[in-house]
């Protein structure tokens, strides 16, 4: 977890640490970042979306984090830089340091003899350690985690607690999984016997790669028979659901709500909005961005970006709107009725 | 818990504490409220919605609720009121109090010594308690919670098995938490770094005022530097996503798969149809409502309803109708057109 | 758990139990499945899509599973039948058999005295079992699972970890909840009070039929009087919501992240797509397939696929076409006068 901040820097130390320039008293100490809104002494705040210059005025700041567009619209303390919010992360990662926890399994853990756990790793209480798993050095695993046979995880790893691995799973360093996530349940994999289903044995895995975080309540399933690949570098946000043979190329994040269907490839350095649904068994190329709610329906070649999404109006206007749509193809069919009359009347005009 | 009703209570008894008029036997004992379709003896049913008319010839409850202008339809004893809904709450809530649970710690919970529970309250078993929790009288956590270090809940709270609430965040009183239900997950901050995310601390806390409640596998993300804030009587239902900085306005209810983007701040008494999905940084008025899967993409500062679903229709119309809407663009220049040329022979005309 | 197959068959015994022509030699031993592009020596592979019929050409596998139409497609070991996925789904169940967990209660359990658990059936570590708790013939409950009071499971069911059931439902023979799911939560039943939402309790339980599979975190409510109720041979995916007092016929799957509002019933043998939202007091008939992202907003009668989903764009192109939409009331409206003036145009002709 996230511990309060204890240390502080002085500017000088930040702007030596990750450049730009500063304007103003380079011994000021600095506590923690916040918003300009909500900023207090020992505290520097950054502007990044022009929406917020008015706040610059207004603020109780001791130093703002600027680009050198708004170098000149505050008096305050200041360091000036290309990318504000890039650097206010760099300064928060600084001051919001992740503690490590105490070494050691809990008494309370169930853990199989077979497991191999480095001495520097953490095992919360009441968490469960199948046979022959191993857990790397500094990886710290919460209260209430269930991890099954067989999984291999990194170092640096967090896993908070009631998270659950299914058995065979390989999750890389510094992966983060926030609580109620589930990695490598069997997919939905079902063959009609006769109007009955017959579920088939997903024999795969789900292989996490490193620096891979996985937002609350997400689920990636294990693959069918391949595994299921979420490469290095990939953010997942919340409530998302990844399917079975699923790979996301590295750096590509995913907003929450998203649904990816079974055996789809993403890209590298893409972006996916907010309850973006993707069906199943499409590729999509690197840097593609996909829109909030869109369904993505076939595959993507080409970078760029992709919509699909309806927009809002008032329930009344909205009313008229959608009984049109209904008749969208009687109207096709009567504009080109217009236009044979209207080539009819030209021809025959004296 | 909500436990099989024991005690009964006459239809005079039920008329004194909530009013209305009634028209029958005063000392009829009624057990249980049920719906018209399934009611037997010493039930009470209820008929809120017209469209229910016809069962209340056929029931077997041995009593109704009715709104005045039903009263005629049927002989049973009858209780005629203003609100027949409201009314059968307030029945069933009677009839189905929340039994208190055992005061004490399960022996199997993990409980730090800093925790200060209120000797009422109770932590069931296989649940752990951080550092320097706060637990209120009469507060129930049931099996399996994890509750991170600093969490303050109020009085009369209830924790269903399996919630987690991440460190330093704040339940009021009577707050129901479902299992699954994850509160103060590190939300989605993530800087660009060269095609690289950073991750941002996240900081803030979750807030949720007296008498909320979330749903089954609702995830509720701590904010970022501010908080994440859900006032009081707030009702959400099950796999919700409530991104970071997010405030829900009181007495607001939000159905359930719905989306809610980071620092977007909605009205009170609102309520928002199930699988909506409302982007980041928008300000939602009181009294919104929002249809059924429904995406809000721009700021709403008037009350009403606001829709923007698209119909359904049979899959080979849909057809028809789907690829017209790709063509929109090219319908209006060709009606643009067909309206110059007619304009143009009608200027000729003889 | 799935385990890695050990036991080996021949091509003889596989025919011999599930019919089908063989090519080839009969004693020629199969392993395991694999797909045609991963399979190697000991693999049996299936050709079901004809999209991948040229990875026939490729494959290393040791036999193929495939229908006529490709018998002279390869000339390796094959079996040809009527449905090659259905045949390959047979051949991976028997090759990957479930293996039973060890009988018996893990010591760090919490079960209650007054549950009865089969001598068969296995409770994993850290599992909370309630009072009156009824457990079948070799069911397993794995670890850290939360099973409330008066829940009655079949016989070889299986409970991965961390899921939680609620007081009194039902689950039936050969049940699978993957972790997280919520089973009998409290359905979503609120009546206003002057502004204010009053909690109706939630008094009727979830009830699970036979041969019912519930994925990794979804929900289902228990009924607000009545039951909620999910046939027999029901499949349900990963992050589904189904709301209180829904009924889905025997047979029917259901892909991942829909939700059902309540009180809807939906018919047998039906499909519905990933992220499909249905809403309450619907009636769905039997054979009805909903395509991917659509929203059902009335009851359906008729066998058949709906469909509602809005088709994607590059976004520039989508943004003319959302203006486009909101424009449509005034189309129709100057499609009619262009008919009008037309018609005028036409009459007065010479």
Same mark, same amino acid.
């Given at each position: 977890?996230?511990?309060?901040?204890?240390?502080?820097?002085?500017?000088?130390?930040?702007?030596?640490?990750?450049?730009?320039?500063?304007?103003?008293?380079?011994?000021?100490?600095?506590?923690?970042?916040?918003?300009?809104?909500?900023?207090?002494?020992?505290? !520097?705040?950054?502007?990044?979306?022009?929406?917020?210059?008015?706040?610059?005025?207004?603020?109780?700041?001791?130093?703002?984090?600027?680009?050198?567009?708004?170098?000149?619209?505050?008096?305050?303390?200041?360091?000036?830089?290309?990318?504000?919010?890039?650097?206010?992360?760099?300064?928060?990662?600084?001051?919001?340091?992740?503690?490590?926890?105490?070494?050691?399994?809990?008494?309370?853990?169930?853990?199989?003899?077979?497991?191999?756990?480095?001495?520097?790793?953490?095992?919360?209480?009441?968490?469960?350690?199948?046979?022959?798993?191993?857990?790397?050095?500094?990886?710290?695993?919460?209260?209430?985690?269930?991890?099954g046979?067989?999984?291999?995880?990194?170092?640096?790893?967090?896993?908070?607690?009631?998270?659950v691995v299914y058995?065979?799973c390989?999750?890389?360093?510094?992966?983060?999984?926030?609580?109620?996530?589930v990695v490598g349940a069997d997919g939905f994999?079902?063959?009609?016997?006769?109007?009955?289903?017959?579920?088939?044995?997903q !024999?795969?895995?789900a292989?996490?790669?490193?620096?891979?975080?996985?937002?609350?309540?997400?689920t990636i399933d294990r693959?069918?028979?391949?595994?299921t690949?979420?490469?290095?570098?990939?953010?997942?946000?919340?409530?998302?659901?990844?399917?079975h043979?699923?790979? !996301?190329?590295?750096?590509?994040?995913?907003?929450?709500?998203?649904?990816?269907?079974?055996?789809?490839?993403?890209?590298?350095?893409?972006?996916?909005?907010?309850?973006?649904?993707?069906?199943?068994?499409?590729?999509?190329?690197?840097?593609?961005?996909?829109?909030?709610?869109?369904?993505?329906?076939?595959?993507?070649?080409?970078?760029?970006?992709?919509?699909?999404?309806?927009?809002?109006?008032?329930?009344?206007?909205?009313?008229?709107?959608?009984?049109?749509?209904?008749?969208?193809?009687?109207?096709?069919?009567?504009?080109?009725?217009?236009?044979?009359? !209207?080539?009819?009347?030209?021809?025959?005009?004296?």
């Amino acid at each position: 977890m996230t511990e309060p901040a204890g240390t502080t820097y002085t500017l000088g130390d930040l702007v030596a640490r990750f450049g730009g320039e500063l304007v103003g008293d380079p011994t000021l100490e600095i506590r923690q970042v916040a918003t300009l809104e909500r900023a207090t002494r020992g505290d !520097i705040a950054f502007l990044a979306n022009p929406k917020y210059r008015s706040q610059l005025k207004a603020t109780r700041a001791s130093a703002v984090i600027l680009e050198a567009s708004a170098r000149a619209d505050t008096e305050l303390p200041r360091i000036v830089c290309d990318h504000a919010y890039l650097y206010f992360a760099r300064v928060s990662t600084l001051l919001n340091p992740v503690l490590p926890a105490m070494p050691g399994v809990h008494a309370s853990a169930v853990v199989d003899p077979s497991a191999r756990i480095a001495e520097s790793a953490s095992i919360g209480a009441l968490s469960c350690i199948g046979r022959n798993v191993t857990i790397g050095p500094r990886t710290r695993i919460d209260e209430g985690c269930a991890i099954g046979d067989g999984v291999r995880i990194g170092a640096d790893a967090r896993l908070y607690p009631g998270v659950v691995v299914y058995h065979d799973c390989v999750l890389g360093d510094r992966v983060i999984l926030h609580s109620g996530a589930v990695v490598g349940a069997d997919g939905f994999g079902l063959a009609n016997d006769g109007g009955r289903w017959l579920k088939i044995p997903q !024999i795969g895995r789900a292989i996490l790669g490193n620096d891979v975080e996985v937002g609350a309540n997400t689920t990636i399933d294990r693959g069918a028979m391949d595994d299921t690949v979420i490469e290095e570098g990939v953010k997942l946000d919340n409530q998302i659901q990844v399917a079975h043979n699923v790979r !996301i190329g590295a750096h590509t994040a995913v907003a929450g709500c998203v649904g990816i269907a079974g055996s789809t490839r993403i890209g590298k350095h893409c972006t996916i909005g907010g309850a973006a649904m993707i069906i199943g068994h499409l590729d999509i190329a690197d840097h593609v961005n996909i829109s909030v709610a869109t369904l993505i329906t076939k595959s993507i070649d080409q970078p760029g970006t992709y919509t699909s999404a309806m927009p809002f109006a008032e329930h009344r206007a909205w009313l008229k709107q959608a009984v049109q749509l209904r008749h969208l193809d009687q109207w096709a069919h009567r504009i080109e009725q217009l236009e044979k009359r !209207i080539n009819e009347l030209e021809r025959n005009q004296p």
